[in-house]
Each structure stands twice: as C-alpha cells, then as structure tokens.
C-alpha cells in the first residue's frame, strides 16, 4: 500500500533555520533533518526536552512554517504546495492559545467556523454541539479576557474540532491546567481517536500523559528525531530495561551479574536490583539459577520503567 | 464526542460562491461586534469626524472663505475622515489578532486574502458612509456646505474612489504589520496622513513643491478629490480624473494584494507568524 495511503503524516528531512539579530546573523538551528512518519488513525507522543524543535516541527505539518529543506505531506498533500487543500483537513491547538479579547466562547467558535465554511444551521448545530462537549454552556456571555486559563484551554480544544479535523495537533494542551481538566482532556483525545478515527500528534512534558494516550512515542531533540516507535519498544531500544528488585540469603551471590541477559546489577541496602532486557524471560532463568544455588529470595518485585526514564536517557 | 459525532452528521462546509461569502461575513462579523464592544470606537466614528468637520467649518467662517472654497476645504476635510475610519478597518483585520496574540489561527483554516480584505472592507464602507453622513449633517447645518452640490453620482464616485483607497492602504498596512510586527503598527494611522497631504486634502496639489507633484501623481486619491471639487466649479488639474483614479487604484489594489500575500509568506517562512501569536 502506498505511503500516502497509509501515513497520515509523513515528514522526511525537515531543516528550519530561524535568523535573528541585526542582519539575521543570529542563527538558530530549530530542525536539522527532522523525519517523522505517522499512521492514519494513530496517536503520536512528540517529546523532547524545550527547544528541541517540537513546536517548529507542529507548526511545519500545520502550514504556519514553510521547512528550508525537506518534505512534508499530510494525508498525502504536500504542505507547502497544497497548503489551503492541508489546511481543511487538520487543525492544531496549542497550550498558549488566544484568541480576540472580547469575543464570547460562541463567537469565537463561529468566527472559525466561518473560515472553515460553514455556516447558517450547520455552524449552530456545531458550535453548540462543541460548547456541550468542551462544558463551555455556563460561560457563553463571558468574554475571552475573562475566562479562566482552564476555560481558554477548552475552547481553544473546542475551536481545534470545528473542522472535524483528520488530522489534529496538540501542542502541550493541558500545559498549565487543573488535574480534572487535564484528565476531562485527555479523555476527549482518547475518544476522538476511538470514536473519529483522528490521526492526532501531541506534544507533552507529561509522562504519563503520553504513556497513557499514545500509541506510538517519538523523541526529538536538537532538532532531529532520535527515536521513534511503541513505548515499550523504545525502552528495549535504548536499553533501559525493567529492574527485578529481590531480596536474597545470602544477600548477593557470586557470578549473579554474569547471567544471561543481566544488564546492570546495584544494591540498595538488603535489596539487589538487576536490570535485564525482558522481564518474561529472564525472572524464571534468574530464580531457578538461584534455586540451583542454594540461595533463599525472601521477597521479588518487579519494577518496569516509566517513560520518564527513558526521556531523561534520551535527553542527555 | 459521540454527541458532536451525532449532532454533526451530515453538516459539512459550503462550497463556492456560498463559501466566499461564508467566509468575508466571518471577518465583516467581527470587526462589527468588535466596533460594537468598543468605546473607542464612538471615537473614531463621530468625536474626531465630528471635530475635524467643526474647526475646519469654523476655520472657514474665520477666513471669510467665499462658498465655493469653503467647499474646497471640507471635500478635504470629508475624504480624510471617510478613507481613515475606512482604511482602519482593514487593518483592525490583522491587528485585533496582532493585540491579541490570535495570529496564527486565521492562517491555519482556508481563508485567502480576499475574504479578510473585503469582509473587514465592507464594514469600513458602512462606517465610512456613517462618517460621511455626520459630516455632511455637520457641514450643511452649521456651514451651509452642499455635499450633493456636485451631484448625487459624482458624491458616490468620490466617496467609492475614497473608500478604495482605503482598502488599498488597508492591505499595505497589513502587509507591514504582518512583515515588521508590532513596530509596524502605527502605520495604521500614520499612512493615511501623509497621503493625503501629498494627495492636495485642504489646496491643490499645483502648490507642492515639483517633487511633491510627481507623487501627488501617482495617488488615486489626488485624482478622486479632483474629480469631486470640479463639480463645485474648480478646474480640473488633471485630463479624465475619474480614469486615472480608478485605473491607478485597480493598479494598487492589484500591488498590495500581492504585497500582503507575499509579506504573509515571508512571515511563514521567518516564523514571525508564530511569533506573533506568542
């Protein structure tokens, strides 16, 4: 099956090089050959640590930036040549949204609309559709400089859906917000996905957040994609491996750090962690070697390691 | 989301004609909701039209002005106030989302030039006509100034020359605005004024300096101001006016729509777009 048809995104070798100062002689180096390739229908974790290039690569896909070097199709289109095609079918919203001061929830959500052409029933039905959804009901009269940073946030994720959009971008969405609405967030994404069929592209400093929502996690920094794949994948990849925490009689025998598929070996007061490359495999192994020993395990846990491990491991 | 999924069946977008129009109400919509949130804006409709028609009015009195330059004067006076509050509204465009770091959202739908150029401009038409009104209300109340006194067709070929004057000074203005950032921002108002002190606003343009003349040329508004004083018995300083300006505007229209595409994709490709929505 052809790429165009299977990737909702498809970015090969995105440069983008920011010139500042007095005759642009200040150089920033914001992609140095960023590729990324997402699935139609998938939710995609962008990490990275600040100014790795995240939003930069967002606002490529989105058509805000045109890339130096490389290409960029979503669904197939390429976004600087069929731009205004690109532009119907994604949307984007971001943690640092805002919009026209003095515009109410409805009007904001209209104005968009608008742009994106609907209009008389058609627009009523969904802007109202979207102020049920984002919980915007009691704060329709309220102007936009009056809302709350929460309140903000839900309607820039409600004016992100105007378009039912194939394609959406979250740049850190729930960056600043309350835990509850943080969670009543990520669900909506879960259920976009579940329900829509959205290929969605988040950007996170939230672990879990990730953890929890996506299928797929890419990590970038300095402007490059340094891994890409399943959480549990990029664990494997980059060797951090789960940790087997047991506490033995005698408390660290000989020759334990040699055993097939042990990584690292530390102790912690009567603890021994072994760090190994999978868990499934190597637990029966290690606990009948340790049989075969002789010696006793007074107790067994096993601790697999969060996405947070191996965004620090990638981010040094 | 089942229930945006449900409610939303079946609704898609417009095409077309219906889509053009779907999207220039969009912007005229919100500068009118704006202008209608908006003290400031009773400012610029009526205290500064409402001024500039009085002490010019009074300037006149003072001067012992004969009629006819009285009304010389206060065609100046009503092409600066019509193309100013006109051509802000074209620029309110780009800055109500300049002031409110909301850039970046209108660039990520569909809409093209034309439709923010237009739906602003059409506003401004409509509050340009109010502005117009009070002054002539102003001018032939208290100054005995006949605004139809050249005829109701040559008032409403200035007054449309007038107005497109201000849609092109509009998209340049957006144009700087969009390449230079809020540094650029007082050209909104600044612009207009010199202008129309090239384009001979209160005297004719054969008293600029020869320099002057030249670019008084290639103003439309020098053209449209003479057109309409002609019909109050002036000379006309230039052979067919009325072409001249309008050819001379289809021009500029032309140049600035290109000015302000190309000034949108140099921002794209700067990321002053994103900056400015930061």
């Known amino acids: ?57 967002l606002s490529i896909l989105a058509t805000l930036l045109i890339p130096d070097g490389g290409t960029a199709r979503i669904l197939g289109l390429d976004v600087v040549k069929q731009a205004r095609e690109v532009r119907r079918r994604l949307n984007m919203t971001s943690g640092n949204t805002s919009f026209v001061w003095s515009l109410r929830p409805p009007e904001v959500l209209e104005f968009y609309g608008r742009l994106y052409g609907f209009q008389g029933r058609a627009l009523r039905i969904r802007v109202e559709a979207l102020i049920e959804l984002c919980e915007l009901g009691p704060h329709r009269k309220t102007q936009y400089n009056e809302l709350s940073t929460g309140l903000k946030q839900r309607l820039a994720f409600a004016k992100s859906l105007l378009n039912d959009p194939e394609v959406l971008f979250l740049d850190e969405p729930t960056l600043g917000l309350d835990p509850d609405v943080s969670v009543r967030i990520r669900a909506q994404v879960a259920r976009l996905r579940r329900e829509r069929g959205t290929t969605i592209i988040l950007t996170t400093h939230y672990m879990r957040e990730a953890e929890e929502l996506c299928d797929e996690i890419a990590f970038i920094k300095g402007g490059r994609i340094l891994a890409q794949g399943p959480s549990d994948a990029l664990k494997r990849q980059i060797r951090i491996g789960e940790v087997i925490a047991l506490k033995l009689d005698p408390a660290e025998p000989a020759g334990f750090a040699d055993l097939a598929g042990v990584l690292d070996v530390r102790r912690h007061g009567d603890t021994v962690e072994a760090t190994v490359d999978a868990v499934e495999k190597r637990l029966p192994e290690i606990l009948r070697w340790l049989h075969d020993q002789g010696v006793v395990v007074r107790d067994c846990r096993v601790h697999e390691p969060d996405l947070e491990e191996v965004f620090v491991e990638l981010a040094r | 989301m089942s229930s945006l999924a449900e409610q939303s069946a079946g609704l ?63 065609a100046g006076t009503v092409a600066l106030s019509t193309v100013q509050v006109c051509q802000l509204d074209v620029a309110y465009v780009v800055l109500f989302d300049i002031w409110s770091k909301s850039m970046k959202h209108q660039f990520l739908t569909p809409t093209e030039i034309r439709h923010l150029a237009v739906g602003s401009w059409l506003v401004g038409v409509g509050r340009g006509v109010v502005v117009f009104a009070l002054m002539a209300a102003i001018g032939s109340s208290f100054f005995g100034f006949d605004f139809l006194g050249a005829g109701p067709l040559s008032l409403a070929l200035f007054l449309f020359g007038c107005f497109l004057c201000s849609l092109i000074i509009g998209l340049c203005v957006c144009a700087l605005v969009v390449l230079f950032g809020t540094r650029a921002e007082t050209s909104a108002w600044a612009t207009v004024n010199l202008l129309v002190m090239l384009s001979g606003i209160y005297y004719p343009v054969s008293v600029l300096p020869g320099w002057a003349q030249t670019v008084s040329a290639a103003i439309p508004l020098t053209y449209f101001l003479d057109y309409f004083r002609t019909g109050y018995g002036f000379p006309a300083a230039f052979a067919h006016p009325l072409a001249a300006g309008f050819g001379l505007a289809a021009l500029y229209l032309a140049l600035a729509h290109w000015a302000f595409a190309a000034a949108i994709t140099r921002s794209r490709r700067t990321g002053l777009l994103l900056k400015l929505s930061e």
Do not use: C, Y
């Open chain 1, 1 to 57: 099956m052809a790429a165009a048809e299977t990737l909702a995104v498809d970015a090969r070798g995105l440069t983008k090089t920011f010139r500042g100062g007095w005759l642009g002689r200040r150089r920033t180096e914001a992609l140095r050959g960023a590729s990324l390739a997402v699935p139609r229908g998938a939710i995609m974790g962008l990490l990275g640590p600040n100014g790795a290039g995240k939003t930069t690569l």
């Open chain 2, 12 to 74: 898609r977008p417009v095409d077309g004609l219906r889509a053009e129009w779907t999207r220039t109400w969009a912007f005229a919509h919100r500068n009118l909701v704006m202008a209608r949130r908006n003290v400031f804006f009773v400012f610029e409709l009526a205290f500064w039209p409402g001024v500039a028609m009085l002490s010019h009015g009074l300037l006149t009195r003072f001067l012992e002005l004969t009629p006819q330059m009285t009304a010389f004067i206060l």
